[in-house]
């Protein structure tokens, strides 16, 4: 039998029970399984996320994108996605980042700060840009159009976008 949303998994496994759903478009990432692409598991199934209550509960930074036709999860304010709470009621939720790894590539990022612990981008004229593949940020390089469309899709991102030009 297959493992569904949000239990443990294991992966590169060939035992049936320690593997995700396929059917569901379950992937295990690490020990636990999630829904590719920053879906969320609802309804017994992956899907996009109606609305910013579907990441995470209410007031915490989960932010629901959409984009290219297609709604994902993103984290915003520079928090991190959560894995811990991946089995948790829609397997998305976000957190204060404990190291840089938790933003995506260390040396992308700047030193997390003592008081709020949140993902910058360190090089000059980049934009913390949410990656729904990895559930990570990526600093996308800007392209001197001035604004980026996360600012758009994420209010919150433009202050510090306005920091970074």
């Known amino acids: 039998r297959r493992v ?22 379950l992937k295990c990432a690490a020990t636990k399984c999630v829904c590719e692409n920053s879906q969320i598991f609802k309804d017994d199934k992956c899907q996009g996320c109606a609305d910013d209550n579907d990441c995470g509960p209410a007031g915490t930074p989960g932010k629901c994108v959409d984009k290219d036709s297609e709604k ?3 984290c915003a304010n520079g928090k991190a996605f959560d894995e811990t709470k991946l089995s ?12 840089l790894a938790d933003c995506g590539k260390a040396e992308d990022f700047k030193d997390l700060g003592e008081q709020e612990k949140k993902c910058e981008c360190k090089p000059e004229n980049t934009t913390l840009t949410w990656d729904k593949a990895t559930r990570k940020y990526t600093c ?9 469309p996360l600012a758009f899709y994420l209010p919150l991102l433009a202050i510090v976008i306005v920091q970074l030009a």
């Open 4 to 25: 569904h949303g949000g239990v443990d998994c294991e992966e590169n496994t060939t035992d049936d029970a320690k593997k995700c759903d396929d059917d569901k478009n």
């Open 72 to 74: 994902y999860c993103s």
């Open 140 to 148: 996308e390089k800007d392209d001197g159009s001035g604004v980026s």
């Open 88 to 99: 948790g009621d829609k397997g998305f939720a976000c957190k204060a980042p404990g190291e």
